[in-house]
């Protein structure tokens, strides 16, 4: 494996942890809002990673065999909340509201986690590049 893979391999990891992020700050920001019916109700996104185990799987934007690229985005399946509250402007014909149903604790964990395999594959993008610059001072010296 050449020293361009690993960089590569941890660029895919470092892209869909990136999306990940963002799709956390999303969920995060939409957690206190509210929608006239259930249908319309905010609901938090999630990454479905793939890993690519063959060149078949790869292209332009996930190219190396080993890495990962986000094979879609799904909706959680939790349900939204109904809340009663007639004089809301937003309630429907019943008195009704729905929220986002989106747990705040559960996307700063998720926030965490996708930060910190964020950091992993930063870091095995450095210590490919320290390992490589050593060795091109070897065959120099």
């Not at 969920?27 to 905010?42: G, M, Q, R």
């Not at 996930?62 to 890495?67: E, F």
């Not at 559960?106 to 490919?128: I, K, W």
């Amino acid at each position: 494996m050449s020293f361009t893979n690993i960089i590569g391999i941890a660029g895919t990891a470092l892209n869909a942890q990136l999306l990940r992020l963002n799709l956390t700050s999303s969920n995060i920001a939409n957690a206190s809002t509210v929608a006239s019916s259930e249908k319309e109700a905010f609901r938090a996104k999630r990454p479905v990673f793939q890993a690519l185990l063959a060149q078949e799987q790869t292209n332009a934007g996930a190219q190396y065999v080993g890495g990962v690229k986000v094979d879609r985005v799904v909706n959680d399946g939790v349900n939204v909340q109904r809340l009663y509250e007639p004089g809301h402007p937003q309630a429907d014909a019943n008195g009704y509201i729905y929220g986002s149903g989106v747990n705040e604790m559960s996307e700063m964990v998720e926030m965490m986690s996708a930060s910190r395999s964020y950091q992993n594959n930063v870091e095995v993008a450095n210590t490919a590049r320290e390992l490589m610059m050593k060795t091109i001072d070897l065959m120099k010296g």
